[in-house]
Every structure is written in C-alpha cells, then in structure tokens.
C-alpha cells in the first residue's frame, strides 16, 4: 500500500534520527507510520504514544483484554498498520496472546475468550462500530467490570481509534512485524 506522503527516509534532526535508531532497534525496520507521521509530527507523535504507553501501565484491566480491546477496535476499522503492530506486541507477550488475536473474529462462540472478554469485545465493537452503546450492552459489561475498568474500556477504544485514523488518514499499512520478528528470532537462534 503507498501512503499518501511520501516516507520521509533520511530524518533531519537530533530527535528524529535518535527515533528512526530506536524503531530500528525495537522492531528491525522503521515502520511506515514512523516515516510518515512521526518524521513531521515527531512532537505530536511522541507525546501523545508517551502518554498512551504510560495510561496504559496504569490501567486496571488484565493486560491480555487490554491488547484484544485493542486489536477488535482497529480490525473494525481496518488499520493494518494497528493490527500489525497488535500483533507484534502480542507475539512478544506469548505465542497463546497472539493464536487469540487471531481468534478474535469468532470471540462470540470460540473457548478461548471467556464472557467477560465478550462483554468487553462487545461493548467495544457496539461504541467502534455505532458510536453508541445500548443499555443492555453496558449492563452486562458492568456485570463483569468494576466502573473503572469500564473507564478502561472506554479509553482503550478511543485511543486506538485515533492511532487507527492516523495511519488510516495518510494511508499508513502493515509492515509486517510480526514477521519480521519471528525471522529475527530464528535469525538468533544457533
């Protein structure tokens, strides 16, 4: 997928060049969204993941709703890029992490989620999806999550929605972590 500026390949600038280093450090390339965003946002860009990987340590949810919450948001929005980098992140956490991830669009009657997970999912696909929510969707999801854990819930899907409309907006795609990760791996291993 070409995006819609150019990636900016050769940063000008302490800053940007010190993040181009870091990405290539932390995932092997530096991804498209970091070329084409960050390179001319970079104090927008690292301010407001800053502030999101911060939130996100302090949340009460269990990491593994966390990273599904997420991963449901941007598939119903279609950012690949989001997905991606989901799934990047999953991988890393456990290869079980990311075989749910994977699982994500049979959550409804698949044994790998449990009913709080689908009340989550739910509530997250029902606000992505309608920009509203019914009363019998935050109900059951109040019969699993304390009122800040819904708090949680809320933030993570407007949160990923605006990262997912970000790459969505400049054409931003999949890079292929993911892959590129287990390559690394094995690229590692004698």
Do not use: W
């Amino acid at each position: 997928m070409a995006t819609y500026l150019p990636p900016v390949e050769k940063p000008k600038g302490m800053l940007k060049k010190l993040t181009y280093r870091l990405m290539r450090r932390m995932f092997g390339i530096v991804p498209t969204g970091t070329m084409v965003f960050t390179a001319r946002m970079p104090t927008a860009f690292m301010s407001f993941y800053a502030k999101t990987y911060r939130l996100d340590k302090k949340l009460k949810l269990p990491t593994e709703t966390t990273y599904l919450v997420r991963h449901e948001v941007a598939s119903i929005n279609t950012c690949t890029a989001c997905m991606d980098i989901g799934r990047y992140y999953g991988l890393k956490k456990s290869p079980e992490t990311l075989v749910r991830l994977d699982a994500l669009s049979d959550y409804r009657a698949s044994p790998l989620f449990t009913d709080a997970e689908r009340a989550a999912l739910d509530y997250a696909r029902e606000l992505t999806t309608n920009k509203s929510v019914e009363r019998e969707t935050f109900a059951r999801l109040s019969g699993y999550f304390s009122e800040r854990e819904i708090c949680d819930i809320v933030y993570l899907v407007a949160s990923e929605h605006m990262a997912n409309m970000t790459n969505i907006g400049l054409g931003v795609g999949s890079d292929g972590l993911c892959e590129i990760s287990q390559q690394r791996r094995l690229q590692k291993v004698p």
